[in-house]
Structures are given as C-alpha cells and as structure tokens.
C-alpha cells in the first residue's frame, strides 16, 4: 500500500506539472495569438474573460460528474482535453477557431482543477500529514517551463502551432500512461449520499475559505498582469528588467511552496497561513511605496513567497473539514465548490487594479490587495485541523487507507 500511495503521490505531481506548462504556454503567448487570428484589443478581454468564467462552469459540473464517476477519471480525460484544446487554439485560423478551442480549454481546465485539487486532498489525508503544497510547488515548475517554452516560440517566431505541437506530443501520453496509478480517496455510497443531498447551507463554514481562496487570486492576477506594467510605468525601469518581477514571483513560488509543507508541518497550518498573508500585504506594502524598481522588485518577491502558501492550504482545509462534517465523498464537493472562487478572483483582481490605477493611481492600487490579504487573518482559525492536525507535532500515523486505486477501474 504504501507503494500505491508513492506512486499516486508520483503521478498527481507530475498532473500538476502538465497542468502549468499549458496554462503558461496559452497566458504568456497571448499577444501571439491575437495577432494570429486579428483579434481587436476591444474583443481581447472577453476571450480573456470566457476562460475563467467557463471554467468555473467545468468545475460546477464537476461536483455533479463525480458522485457518480471517481476523480481520477475525470483528470485522466479532461488533460488530454486541456492539451488538445491548447493545440486548436494554436493551429486555427478563423475566429470561430478560436472561440471554440479557448470554450473547451475553460471548461476542460475547469473540471481539471477540481479533480486535480480533490485527488490532492484525499491523497493528503491518506498520508496524515501536509503534502498539498508540493502538488502545487509541481504547478508552479510547470508554469516556470512553460514560459521559458514560450519565451523560446517568440525568440526564434516559431509559428504557434509548431511551438504547442511537441509539447503536447511529449505531455498527452506521458499524462495519460501516469494516469493509471492516480488513487482515490475513500469515498463510499454513504459519502456519496452525503455530497449529493448536502444542501447550500449545510456547506456555510465553506465562505470563510472562498472568501481566502478569492483574494489569493486577486492578488496574483495583480502580479500576473499589472507587474511588468507597474515596474516599467510607474517605477520607470527598463523594457527588459520590466519582464523580471513575474518570473522572479514564480521563482519564490515554487521555492515557497517547496518547503511550505515542512512548515505546516513544524508550525501547523494556522500559522503557515497567518504568515504568508502577512508577508504578502507586506509585499503590496513595499510595491506600494518602492521609490525604484530594485524595491519594487523586493515587494515582489515577498508577494511570491506569501501568496503561494493559501491556495493549497484553503484548497486541504476545505477538503478536511467537509470530510470531518459530512463525511466521506463530501470532500470532493467542497472542493469542486471553493475551486470556483479561484476564477472569480482571477476576474476581479485584474480589471480592480486597472480601474483603480486610472482613476485614482497605480500605487493606491495596489494599497486594495494588501488590504484584502490581510482579510485572511480574520478567517486564519478557519484553517486548523480539528480533531486531527497535520502539524505542531500532531501528525496522525502514516496510513494505507486509500480506497481505489484508479486503475482498477
């Protein structure tokens, strides 16, 4: 047993690794594909919106689709799906194309997450102790390659498709041959019962961590897509030193999320979380009043390596305390529920930020977030294990209580 946990911990990780490398290969290769296809900078940002918002459609139906079918086929066929799609939006060259490629990339992507984050949180509690932040560390890596892959595609003007072929080539059936070990958590007919007939209010203590949940992802769509822009603008760096802050961010990402579980370990997740939200708004604090861009650049780093810490700690609370609650299955719903919120917040934070920068200013802006961050020390004691925790020297004993694994289905 101990083995199917290695392997499905193996396979999940590198599930999330995929997953990176084609959302980057799609965010950062955007102003290739709307000079592909002619697309107006008027008609940009509904494209850019249809996305999120499809997506969390994907990740609503998703609850729905896993009563009855395990998570683990649902990521198995929804990567592929994602990886394809990727692939239309790059070889099309009509409109329509388009369109129809970045609907399905939303709604696949949507039914992804969720299934990705729902394997994560019962492979945790198999565990008994904090692995959630290495799935996302994985994420992360993910996203540094992809974009060091488009980064590549521009330098030499590869045509898009040429740029996305290989990767998925290499990616779909490396996915799909490490899909065979992904293990399920312990859903039975009793927890699908309890995530099916569980009602809106049964599901009240869920808020707090929607409410975490949106304001990490204001937060990094604000380094996402206002960085460069804010480094150059407003700090007055160069062109090139204006592309820095967001790799840096993913940089200390990936090293945050790398020893993040060691911490909630040591500390517990209260405190990991009290932490990362504080040298985040500390982060936006310094961005705030940096007097050039070697500070600014500080405020960014310090954004990276408290931001990274809340999403996947939101993402096993939520999955605890639903199992705690409602028992097993209930799990898979929570997280299908707060994984919705990941895109509202991806819609907020960037239009926020613009629309406070040109109507009041871009330091003010960022002012917003850091208050918003803040918000999670209010909800921190949302994030404690109870009865079992999985740091502060509590760890529950390691376990081979499983359920399925995934392919013996």
Request: a positive charge; hydrophobic letters at 50%; one cysteine or more.
């Amino acid at each position: 047993m101990t083995d199917v946990l290695r392997r499905g911990r193996a396979s999940l990780a590198f599930a999330f690794l995929v997953q990176g490398v084609a959302f980057a290969l799609l965010v950062t290769r955007i102003p290739a594909i709307q000079d592909r296809y002619g697309v107006s900078d008027a008609l940009l940002p509904v494209f850019l919106a249809a996305v999120p918002i499809l997506a969390g459609l994907g990740s609503v139906a998703t609850e729905r689709l896993v009563r009855r079918v395990p998570p683990s086929r649902v990521l198995r066929w929804s990567q592929p799906v994602v990886l394809l799609s990727l692939l239309g939006v790059g070889a099309g060259e009509h409109m329509a194309v388009l369109a129809g490629a970045l609907a399905v990339f939303g709604l696949a992507v949507g039914a992804l997450d969720a299934s990705m984050n729902m394997l994560g949180v019962s492979l945790q509690r198999a565990y008994g102790r904090s692995i959630m932040l290495g799935f996302h560390a994985a994420y992360s890596l993910g996203g540094i390659v992809g974009a060091s892959l488009a980064w590549v595609g521009a330098h030499w003007e590869l045509a898009l498709w040429v740029s996305y072929l290989p990767v998925v080539l290499v990616l779909m059936p490396a996915a799909l041959a490490g899909s065979r070990w992904y293990v399920d958590g312990d859903a039975g007919p009793q927890g699908e019962k309890a995530a099916g007939e569980s009602g809106a209010g049964s599901f009240r203590w869920l808020l707090p961590l929607c409410l975490v949940m949106t304001v990490a992802y204001i937060g990094d769509s604000t380094v996402s897509n206002w960085s460069a822009k804010y480094l150059q603008d407003v700090l007055g760096s160069s062109e090139q030193m204006a592309t820095v802050p967001y790799n840096v961010y993913m940089v200390t990402t990936l090293l945050g999320r790398v020893i993040g579980d060691f911490g909630v370990r040591r500390f517990g997740a209260v405190a990991v979380v009290r932490g990362g939200a504080l040298v985040a708004a500390g982060g936006f604090g310094v961005v705030a009043v940096a007097p050039g861009a070697w500070v600014g650049m500080l405020g960014f780093t310090l954004l990276g390596l408290g931001l990274c810490v809340l999403v996947p700690q939101t993402f096993a609370a939520a999955g605890r305390r639903a199992h705690e609650l409602h028992g097993p299955g209930a799990s898979d719903a929570a997280v299908a529920r707060l994984n919705v919120f990941n895109y509202v917040g991806f819609l907020i934070g960037s239009p926020l930020v613009g629309a406070l920068g040109d109507a009041w200013s871009y330091r003010g802006a960022m002012l917003v977030p850091m208050v918003l961050v803040l918000v999670t020390l209010v909800y921190a004691r949302s994030f404690a294990p109870q009865p079992d925790r999985y740091g502060g020297g509590h760890e529950r004993p390691r376990t081979a209580d499983v359920g399925r694994g995934s392919n013996g289905l």
